[in-house]
């Protein structure tokens, strides 16, 4: 195992990461510096911004009016946002022509009509009528046309230039200051790296040719995530190794030709590695003396403020300064959404707009304090915060011009331009560079942030809206009471104040992960006992086998000894002797135990983390993940079942009452998998036992360990010995004989389609009552791109959906259908990803794979892979480290001709790639639904009307749309397929408990006594 090693948040800060938001805007407004006469002072400032604004709206620009009447607040709005981001970069004429009528078929475009007082938008407005109206009638390579152009039009409103050359000559005065960014997301692969590198370095070279007088003013900014294909917190130590020479490389090139280079915002998972990246830089003697190496701080994050002294103690430290731009943030949904997924016990930024104003009022004061060796850069288009600023200013000794105001490229002239009149201080615009294509991803981040209801761009120049209203003060609204926003509760209530979500790690976090590592290390030398338990007892028998690790073949676990046919005539006498009283049991009693059984996995997460890692192979990530899903199961059924606790009234005739109950079967067997020993097994024993039947559980062979810990757990929460018996053991013996005999009552099953029928064919031929069968089994799942989707995003969806788990669950991916016209594109990525891939030992916090389960497993899709590279189109496989000890299967993805050509469910990290022609759509959904599997279903598509008709027609269980296919979550995807994949109920689903209970109806006639007393009693 290896620990984190680049720790270098203070504790300080990590404490803020979390924190209460009540707490800490209560922090801030301690600290809040301004009098009652200053605060007077911003609101007057403020107000005339806006005003001047406002008097100059005849020179409002096409953007302002533009997001003015279609801010993100209307479905139209919506509607050419996403219209937007994809259009431009759809490669064919048929698809882009498809995208243009889905959207515009579903706006009312006619209530906009005449309604912006900016004629440009009036006559886009128009045209949006005239043609949505024309469709069918206009042809459409006009309608494309015309919307190609509208786009091109809106992206050069963002884009500076092209090229940076392009845009150095796009520079008028000699006093403008610019910060370009060379645009484009995150790299994926090392040529996308490579090419952010060379971008980077050549608008260096050439911001250097400029005249002195000019390149004064001109400044860089540089994406670290754009530099690495990897650039996550798992892979610190490659990152520090070969992204650090890299930046100081650029920040050389930047100190020769003197200019200013800051390193840009990412996600809050990317903060810490951002920081250590920024320091091993900034401490490097090759650039001693040179100011020139910024930061980009973000003021919604809890950690800003104390980041910031962090900053300028690194800057006191070297004696240098740290230009600092501050900006209130750029991936707000997106941590929220992180969050909740990840169970945090709270969010790193705060969640009321007034929160974050007041977050960017106290960095701002705090900046202007530490101006000795931080240079403040204020990048803000709200006149209040702008106006605080100047205030703040005023006080502080600083000289004018020792810091300035920045502006995005294409927002907010009206706003500087009133600045410039009032107070005449210097304004920085941040200007992106490059192709249209690359400009998506940051279009609609800034156009989300800014045509946002709380956006003080989208109100500013709206007549409509009182000035009052745009120059509120932060700290007179936190003053009263406002905290965190009640319609975003904190990701532990996510589900409600009834049932509380798992908690979660946050694995970008160096103390969190130190927190992880440390608490399962003691595990690692542990040697685990597994063997049947019946009434509580653990059992001998003959002989126990040793359990060796699938990562390190010759490292044991522990052992385990499987039980024999006595042992089930034991458990079978006493669960069937047992139910009764169980079943009679109160529901809430049940949910109860349930309760507790939650409380006990998440109080043994260490050791059941590293079980999992050790017995299992899973991943540490992996190993989280599924403890939390046992949690959610336990959690969510003890909340379903109080929809069994009381009786179901029926309508019916006066004098008679009708009621529905359920009650427990009997005896259930629960028979689990190996691919998630924890999750699945201990998903099917809550169920049945929540719903009152008695359970014997048959954990799969290879992950008997886990079974008997779980079992163990369960009785510690409360379930009586007789109600649950966990008995390890062979499918062909023991599973066998529990179907077989006739005092089982039901059966829940996971696992291959074939062990199903086997399953099916026991139950039909015992002489004894008719039982259900619950089963969930695997598929062929299949993914549809068309050439609409976003490639970066497909190609994130593919390697989670395909390899997470080495390809390991029955959800995995396994055929990608690519429309040709995109094909390409998206395997070249895919190609350039899978090589990112690191396959090694699970335990390793930098492993993204670990092994398959076995050695037949492991022969078995060596075999399949070495056959099907004899024959692919296509081929591509992720290079095997040396020396791994283990059963590892290297990702695999190569191309075919027709779904046909797949066996069935090949259950590893091994993907079939099909190309379809965009008309032959119908076809393709019809050759996968012939397979007969349905369990998971993907679709990448920005038309919506394709997607509804791809969800309709595609017969699977779960389908998910625009996302990766793995990671259902209790109560919020239920899980399960049709046809060859399950036969429901979904689990983790509203309908699951009713399949273990009974139904029986009670009628009673109230009229019995001699009359009907409620009917003769009803006044006349």
Same mark, same amino acid.
């Given at each position: 195992?290896?620990?984190?090693?680049?720790?270098?948040?203070?504790?300080?800060?990590?404490?803020?990461?979390?924190?209460?938001?009540?707490?800490?805007?209560?922090?801030?407004?301690?600290?809040?510096?301004?009098?009652?006469?200053?605060?007077?002072?911003?609101?007057?400032?403020?107000?005339?911004?806006?005003?001047?604004?406002?008097?100059?709206?005849?020179?409002?620009?096409?953007?302002?009016?533009?997001?003015?009447?279609?801010?993100?607040?209307?479905?139209?709005?919506?509607?050419?946002?996403?219209?937007?981001?994809?259009?431009?970069?759809?490669?064919?004429?048929?698809?882009?022509?498809?995208?243009?009528?889905?959207?515009?078929?579903?706006?009312?475009?006619?209530?906009?009509?005449?309604?912006?007082?900016?004629?440009?938008?009036?006559?886009?407005?128009?045209?949006?009528?005239?043609?949505?109206?024309?469709?069918?009638?206009?042809?459409?390579?006009?309608?494309?046309?015309?919307?190609?152009?509208?786009?091109?039009?809106?992206?050069?409103?963002?884009?500076?230039?092209?090229?940076?050359?392009?845009?150095?000559?796009?520079?008028?005065?000699?006093?403008?200051?610019?910060?370009?960014?060379?645009?484009?997301?995150?790299?994926?692969?090392?040529?996308?790296?490579?090419?952010?590198?060379?971008?980077?370095?050549?608008?260096?070279?050439?911001?250097?040719?400029?005249?002195?007088?000019?390149?004064?003013?001109?400044?860089?900014?540089?994406?670290?995530?754009?530099?690495?294909?990897?650039?996550?917190?798992?892979?610190?130590?490659?990152?520090?190794?070969?992204?650090?020479?890299?930046?100081?490389?650029?920040?050389?090139?930047?100190?020769?030709?003197?200019?200013?280079?800051?390193?840009?915002?990412?996600?809050? /998972?990317?903060?810490?590695?951002?920081?250590?990246?920024?320091?091993?830089?900034?401490?490097?003697?090759?650039?001693?003396?040179?100011?020139?190496?910024?930061?980009?701080?973000?003021?919604?994050?809890?950690?800003?403020?104390?980041?910031?002294?962090?900053?300028?103690?690194?800057?006191?430290?070297?004696?240098?300064?740290?230009?600092?731009?501050?900006?209130?943030?750029?991936?707000?949904?997106?941590?929220?959404?992180?969050?909740?997924?990840?169970?945090?016990?709270?969010?790193?930024?705060?969640?009321?707009?007034?929160?974050?104003?007041?977050?960017?009022?106290?960095?701002?004061?705090?900046?202007?304090?530490?101006?000795?060796?931080?240079?403040?850069?204020?990048?803000?288009?709200?006149?209040?915060?702008?106006?605080?600023?100047?205030?703040?200013?005023?006080?502080?000794?600083?000289?004018?011009?020792?810091?300035?105001?920045?502006?995005?490229?294409?927002?907010?002239?009206?706003?500087?331009?009133?600045?410039?009149?009032?107070?005449?201080?210097?304004?920085?615009?941040?200007?992106?560079?490059?192709?249209?294509?690359?400009?998506?991803?940051?279009?609609?981040?800034?156009?989300?942030?800014?045509?946002?209801?709380?956006?003080?761009?989208?109100?500013?120049?709206?007549?409509?809206?009182?000035?009052?209203?745009?120059?509120?003060?932060?700290?007179?609204?936190?003053?009263?009471?406002?905290?965190?926003?009640?319609?975003?509760?904190?990701?532990?209530?996510?589900? /409600?104040?009834?049932?509380?979500?798992?908690?979660?790690?946050?694995?970008?976090?160096?103390?969190?992960?130190?927190?992880?590592?440390?608490?399962?290390?003691?595990?690692?030398?542990?040697?685990?006992?597994?063997?049947?338990?019946?009434?509580?007892?653990?059992?001998?028998?003959?002989?126990?086998?040793?359990?060796?690790?699938?990562?390190?073949?010759?490292?044991?676990?522990?052992?385990?000894?499987?039980?024999?046919? =006595?042992?089930?005539?034991?458990?079978?006498?006493?669960?069937?002797?047992?139910?009764?009283?169980?079943? $009679?049991?109160?529901?809430?009693?049940?949910?109860?135990?349930?309760?507790?059984?939650?409380?006990?996995?998440?109080?043994?997460?260490?050791?059941?983390?590293?079980?999992?890692?050790?017995?299992?192979?899973?991943?540490?990530?992996?190993?989280?993940?599924?403890?939390?899903?046992?949690?959610?199961?336990?959690?969510?059924?003890?909340?379903?079942?109080?929809?069994?606790?009381?009786?179901?009234?029926?309508?019916?005739?006066?004098?008679?009452?009708?009621?529905?109950?359920?009650?427990?079967?009997?005896?259930?067997?629960?028979?689990?998998?190996?691919?998630?020993?924890?999750?699945?097994?201990?998903?099917?024993?809550?169920?049945?036992?929540?719903?009152?039947?008695?359970?014997?559980?048959?954990?799969?062979?290879?992950?008997?360990?886990?079974?008997?810990?779980?079992?163990?757990?369960?009785?510690?929460?409360?379930?009586?010995?007789?109600?649950?018996?966990?008995?390890?053991?062979?499918?062909?013996?023991?599973?066998?004989?529990?179907?077989?005999?006739?005092?089982?009552?039901?059966?829940?099953?996971?696992?291959?389609?074939?062990?199903?029928?086997?399953?099916?064919?026991?139950?039909?031929?015992?002489?004894?009552?008719?039982?259900?069968?619950?089963?969930?089994?695997?598929?062929?799942?299949?993914?549809?791109?068309?050439?609409?989707?976003?490639?970066?995003?497909?190609?994130?969806?593919?390697?989670?959906?395909?390899?997470?788990?080495?390809?390991?669950?029955?959800?995995?991916?396994?055929?990608?259908?690519?429309?040709?016209?995109?094909?390409?594109? =998206?395997?070249?990525?895919?190609?350039?990803?899978?090589?990112?891939?690191?396959?090694?030992?699970?335990?390793?916090?930098?492993?993204?794979?670990?092994?398959?389960?076995?050695?037949?497993?492991?022969?078995?899709?060596?075999?399949?892979?070495?056959?099907?590279?004899?024959?692919?189109?296509?081929?591509?496989?992720?290079?095997?480290?040396?020396?791994?000890?283990?059963?590892?299967?290297?990702?695999?993805?190569?191309?075919?001709?027709?779904?046909?050509?797949?066996?069935?469910?090949?259950?590893?990290?091994?993907?079939?790639?099909?190309?379809?022609?965009?008309?032959?759509?119908?076809?393709?959904?019809?050759?996968?639904?012939?397979?007969?599997?349905?369990?998971?279903?993907?679709?990448?598509?920005?038309?919506?009307?394709?997607?509804?008709?791809?969800?309709?027609?595609?017969?699977? /269980?779960?389908?998910?749309?625009?996302?990766?296919?793995?990671?259902?979550?209790?109560?919020? $995807?239920?899980?399960?397929?049709?046809?060859?994949?399950?036969?429901?109920?979904?689990?983790?689903?509203?309908?699951?408990?009713?399949?273990?209970?009974?139904?029986?109806?009670?009628?009673?006639?109230?009229?019995?006594?001699?009359?009907?007393?409620?009917?003769?009693?009803?006044? /006349?």
């Amino acid at each position: 195992m290896s620990s984190p090693s680049h720790q270098i948040l203070t504790p300080a800060i990590d404490e803020t990461f979390l924190l209460d938001e009540k707490l800490a805007c209560e922090r801030l407004l301690a600290q809040v510096q301004l009098d009652e006469s200053q605060h007077k002072q911003i609101t007057s400032l403020a107000t005339q911004l806006i005003e001047t604004c406002r008097r100059g709206s005849k020179s409002q620009s096409f953007f302002s009016a533009f997001i003015q009447e279609y801010g993100l607040e209307c479905p139209e709005g919506v509607l050419l946002m996403s219209l937007a981001e994809s259009l431009l970069r759809i490669p064919d004429r048929k698809t882009a022509e498809l995208l243009i009528e889905d959207k515009l078929k579903q706006g009312n475009w006619k209530k906009h009509l005449s309604r912006s007082s900016f004629w440009g938008v009036n006559f886009s407005t128009l045209g949006l009528c005239v043609t949505e109206k024309g469709l069918g009638v206009i042809p459409r390579s006009m309608i494309h046309g015309a919307f190609k152009c509208m786009m091109h039009q809106l992206a050069h409103h963002f884009v500076v230039g092209e090229t940076i050359e392009n845009a150095l000559t796009c520079i008028r005065g000699p006093g403008e200051r610019f910060s370009f960014d060379m645009l484009g997301e995150a790299a994926l692969t090392r040529r996308d790296a490579e090419r952010f590198f060379h971008a980077y370095r050549k608008a260096l070279v050439q911001i250097g040719k400029l005249p002195s007088s000019r390149k004064i003013n001109m400044s860089l900014s540089i994406k670290l995530s754009a530099l690495y294909p990897r650039y996550e917190y798992s892979k610190a130590e490659d990152v520090m190794r070969e992204l650090v020479p890299q930046v100081l490389e650029l920040a050389q090139e930047a100190f020769r030709q003197e200019v200013p280079m800051s390193i840009d915002a990412e996600e809050v /998972g990317r903060l810490e590695l951002s920081l250590a990246v920024l320091k091993a830089v900034f401490c490097d003697p090759r650039i001693a003396g040179w100011e020139g190496l910024g930061f980009v701080v973000q003021a919604y994050h809890k950690k800003a403020f104390a980041l910031l002294s962090w900053l300028h103690t690194l800057a006191a430290e070297h004696q240098k300064c740290i230009p600092v731009r501050l900006v209130k943030g750029a991936y707000w949904d997106s941590e929220i959404k992180r969050a909740q997924v990840l169970g945090l016990e709270g969010y790193p930024v705060y969640t009321r707009k007034a929160a974050t104003d007041l977050s960017y009022l106290l960095c701002s004061q705090k900046l202007l304090q530490s101006s000795d060796y931080l240079v403040p850069q204020f990048a803000t288009h709200n006149a209040h915060t702008i106006a605080s600023i100047c205030v703040l200013a005023k006080g502080s000794p600083l000289v004018k011009g020792r810091f300035e105001f920045q502006r995005l490229h294409g927002m907010g002239e009206e706003l500087y331009g009133a600045l410039k009149i009032l107070e005449d201080l210097p304004c920085r615009v941040y200007a992106p560079v490059g192709h249209y294509e690359e400009l998506l991803p940051y279009l609609i981040r800034r156009l989300l942030e800014n045509g946002a209801n709380s956006s003080f761009v989208h109100h500013v120049m709206n007549d409509k809206i009182p000035v009052q209203s745009l120059v509120k003060n932060p700290v007179a609204e936190m003053q009263v009471g406002m905290t965190e926003s009640s319609a975003i509760p904190v990701p532990l209530w996510l589900y /409600g104040k009834t049932r509380q979500n798992s908690v979660g790690f946050d694995m970008t976090s160096a103390s969190e992960v130190t927190f992880i590592m440390d608490g399962i290390k003691p595990y690692f030398d542990r040697r685990w006992q597994g063997m049947p338990i019946v009434n509580g007892e653990r059992l001998t028998t003959r002989q126990a086998l040793k359990v060796f690790s699938p990562a390190h073949r010759e490292e044991p676990c522990g052992e385990i000894a499987f039980a024999d046919l =006595i042992h089930v005539e034991q458990a079978l006498f006493s669960a069937s002797n047992g139910w009764e009283a169980w079943n $009679q049991t109160p529901i809430y009693r049940r949910a109860e135990c349930l309760m507790q059984a939650s409380d006990l996995l998440e109080l043994r997460k260490f050791e059941l983390i590293a079980l999992l890692i050790r017995e299992a192979g899973k991943t540490i990530m992996d190993a989280i993940d599924e403890v939390r899903e046992a949690v959610d199961f336990c959690r969510y059924y003890a909340e379903l079942a109080k929809g069994l606790a009381e009786p179901l009234n029926l309508p019916g005739p006066t004098g008679e009452r009708n009621q529905l109950v359920w009650n427990g079967r009997g005896v259930f067997v629960c028979i689990s998998p190996w691919n998630f020993p924890l999750a699945i097994f201990t998903g099917q024993i809550a169920a049945a036992l929540v719903s009152g039947n008695t359970v014997i559980a048959k954990p799969a062979e290879h992950t008997s360990l886990m079974a008997c810990l779980v079992t163990e757990l369960f009785h510690k929460a409360g379930i009586p010995p007789q109600a649950l018996h966990s008995l390890p053991g062979s499918g062909s013996l023991i599973g066998r004989a529990l179907v077989s005999d006739a005092r089982v009552a039901g059966v829940a099953f996971t696992g291959s389609t074939e062990t199903a029928w086997a399953i099916n064919q026991a139950l039909a031929a015992r002489k004894a009552p008719i039982v259900p069968l619950i089963a969930e089994t695997g598929g062929v799942n299949a993914m549809i791109v068309d050439s609409s989707a976003l490639t970066e995003q497909v190609v994130q969806d593919v390697m989670t959906s395909a390899f997470r788990s080495a390809g390991q669950r029955c959800s995995a991916l396994r055929v990608l259908f690519l429309q040709e016209d995109c094909a390409s594109r =998206i395997l070249s990525g895919l190609e350039g990803a899978m090589a990112e891939l690191k396959v090694g030992a699970p335990e390793e916090l930098g492993s993204d794979l670990g092994p398959v389960i076995d050695a037949d497993a492991h022969g078995h899709l060596l075999n399949y892979i070495a056959k099907g590279k004899g024959t692919a189109r296509f081929f591509y496989q992720t290079p095997l480290p040396p020396n791994l000890e283990g059963h590892f299967v290297p990702p695999t993805v190569f191309e075919i001709g027709r779904i046909e050509e797949i066996p069935g469910e090949v259950f590893g990290p091994i993907l079939h790639v099909i190309r379809f022609r965009a008309g032959d759509l119908d076809h393709v959904l019809g050759s996968i639904n012939r397979t007969g599997f349905g369990l998971t279903f993907g679709i990448h598509s920005r038309i919506e009307g394709r997607v509804e008709k791809i969800a309709r027609q595609i017969q699977a /269980g779960n389908v998910y749309v625009n996302r990766n296919m793995i990671g259902a979550v209790p109560g919020v $995807q239920p899980f399960g397929g049709q046809g060859l994949s399950g036969t429901g109920p979904k689990a983790g689903g509203p309908h699951y408990l009713f399949r273990f209970a009974t139904e029986k109806t009670i009628t009673v006639n109230t009229a019995a006594i001699g009359g009907n007393v409620e009917l003769l009693s009803r006044p /006349g």
